[in-house]
């Protein structure tokens, strides 16, 4: 068994794409549309396009409970995911200088680097490093 999938609620499908793609450097993998307002809309990382895919799901405006969920993870603080990098530091950097909002700068914590950035669309995203 392996993970082929992991999927993210977002408010918006189409300023998602624009945020996973780029200014954290993903490409999109699947674009199909499943219903008028909503797209099965997945990225992958650069140099791993046969690898796991994040789905850019829709978040529910009919099911208040998912909303609720994502907006106190988002709230408290708490990433609702995390990608793992080979340089905290640099990464930081580079996605300050493209205008990417940071709820937790760079820091250390035991045997990783970990930096927290806000996606613009509904959560927080924790960046770690392996030390």
């Not at 205008?99 to 700068?105: A, P, S, T, Y």
Request: glycine share 6%; aromatic share 8%; net charge negative.
């Amino acid at each position: 068994m392996k993970v082929k999938v992991i999927g993210i609620p977002v408010l918006n499908q189409e300023k998602a794409l624009r945020f996973y793609t780029e200014k954290l450097g993903f490409v999109k993998k699947t674009d199909v549309p499943v219903s008028e307002n909503n797209r099965w809309l997945t990225v992958v990382a650069k140099e791993d396009q046969d690898g796991t895919e994040v789905l850019l799901e829709p978040s529910p405006d009919h099911f208040e409970p998912a909303r609720t969920y994502q907006k106190a993870l988002f709230e408290a603080g708490i990433p609702y995911t995390q990608f793992n990098v080979d340089n905290v530091d640099q990464e930081y950097e580079r996605l300050i200088k493209l205008g990417v909002e940071f709820r937790l700068k760079p820091t250390e914590m035991g045997m990783v680097k970990i930096a927290v950035l806000n996606d613009t669309c509904g959560n927080n995203i924790q960046l770690i490093e392996l030390l």
